[in-house]
């Protein structure tokens, strides 16, 4: 059994592509540790209480749980869209208080955090291993926290932040307020895989503060946490961490209108994981073209009957437990439909049937076989979507009155807002 916690999303705006890229990653990990025959515990965590959730509830003036409940589902319907796994326990920090505040009774009857004002602090000075996973210097830290009230060292992050108008809050023994972000993922850990658990995931930059921090709490609460870490890198455009402004463009919904969701999983999928990725639209339609390539030869042949699969090449075994080398593991899987064409054109049926079932094999364990059920189903949907949204555009676009036309144009858009499929 390998048990693995992965720091999912923060439902506040619908995914983009950086968030999504930690999912397929983590996924691929999930797969072949399943292929290699462990059974896997895969926890992920649904952040749904956090200052830029509450941020926005205050400035549309409308409850914390209207803004989560439509992005949590976007994430969902966007994680299956991708062909992810679900996990085996998804669970929400608001669905964990009492957890979260008997890890911080723990901590303050040990003197690892302090009460100041009805705000609770995690003292860093108490924990002289801290800096240990990311490198940063305690001494060299300054506090990032806004709500500093009583704190006795800036250095100290909040485990608990007492009640302010407009907010969301929860009883305590400190008096009413919320918890802290980086809280959550140490109780739910514990809770779901117990003290000690194998893999704890995510993107790089959650390693400072949030994974830092955690670590920190949790092993000061006496948890030996995460044998190993594991961090993805981030997606970048022109050398930038995507910001606000990119949001819309990088969105995985505008995205899934230029290419197909497993073309975009295998754009994701071929990156090492460890490396940045520069995002480009003219880069993910590339690899949309490198995928059909696969894809054509898989699908040269009927899928026959669920037998076993076929074994996977050595190459391709050797790159995938090479810390998970997928771009490695690709050229596998491109050499076979290399050597599956040869076999075509020599008229060697039976080796390009190998062939065939090889490339098969090695994308399943990818999450990319087109035969699966779940793309199938899905490009069916999609085309007939497409088509249809083709002949709406078209049929907008004949109207004479322009301001008919835009008028249409806009009842597309919209319905398009609200479209799982395209
Ligand atoms: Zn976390």
Redesign the pocket.
């Known amino acids: 059994m390998v048990s693995i ?1 992965l ?2 999303p923060t439902v506040v705006v619908p995914p983009h592509i950086g968030q999504i890229r930690s999912q397929v990653n983590f996924d691929i990990l999930h797969r072949w540790l399943r292929h290699t025959g462990y059974r896997v515990r895969f926890c992920r ?1 649904v ?1 749904d209480i956090e200052d830029k959730i509450i941020g926005r509830s205050l400035a549309e003036g409308i409850q914390w749980w209207r803004v989560t409940e439509p992005v949590h589902r976007a994430f969902d319907r966007t994680f299956a869209a991708l062909g992810c796994l679900p996990p085996s326990v998804e669970p929400r920090a608001t669905g964990h208080i009492p957890e979260m505040i008997e890890l911080i009774q723990q901590l303050v009857a040990t003197g690892h955090a302090y009460e100041a004002d009805g705000n609770v602090y995690f003292s860093v000075g108490s924990f002289p291993t801290y800096g240990e996973l990311s490198g940063v210097r305690a001494e060299h830290l300054r506090s990032t926290e806004e709500h500093d009230r009583g704190k006795r060292d800036p250095r100290d992050f909040a485990l608990w932040k007492r009640a302010k108008p407009g907010e969301p809050i929860w009883p305590a023994p400190w008096g009413e307020g919320r918890p802290g972000w ?1 809280l ?2 140490s109780a739910m850990a514990r809770k779901y895989l117990g003290r000690e658990f194998d893999i704890h995931g ?1 993107g790089s930059n ?1 390693i400072f503060p ?2 830092e921090n ?1 670590m920190a709490q949790s092993k000061a609460a006496g948890d030996s946490f995460a044998r190993f870490w594991v961090h993805n890198g981030p997606v970048t455009q022109k050398g930038e961490k995507i910001r606000k402004e990119m949001r819309n463009a990088l969105a995985v919904q505008t995205l899934l209108r230029r290419v197909r969701p497993i073309e975009l999983r295998y754009y994701l999928a071929a990156a090492h994981y460890r490396s940045p990725m520069e995002f480009s639209t003219a880069a993910v339609e590339e690899s949309a073209t490198a995928f059909q390539r696969l894809e054509r030869f898989a699908l040269r042949f009927p899928a026959g009957p669920q037998g076993p699969p076929a074994p996977l090449p050595s190459q391709f075994r050797q790159a995938m437990d090479q810390d998970l080398n997928v771009p490695k593991a690709l050229a596998a899987a491109h050499a076979a439909v290399t050597a599956g064409y040869a076999a075509l054109r020599d008229g060697d049926q039976p080796a390009a049937l190998r062939k065939n079932a090889e490339v098969r094999a090695m994308l399943g364990v990818l999450g990319l076989d087109p035969h699966d059920p779940q793309w199938s189903a899905e490009t069916r949907v999609r085309d007939v979507a497409m088509a249809v949204l083709r002949i709406a555009r078209n049929l907008a676009s004949a109207e004479r009155d322009r301001d008919q036309a835009a008028a249409l144009h806009r009842r597309i858009d919209a319905a398009l807002e609200n479209c799982a499929v395209l």
Do not use: A, K, P
């Open positions: 916690y720091c999912g965590n952040t980086h959550e993922c995510g959650l949030h994974h955690e």
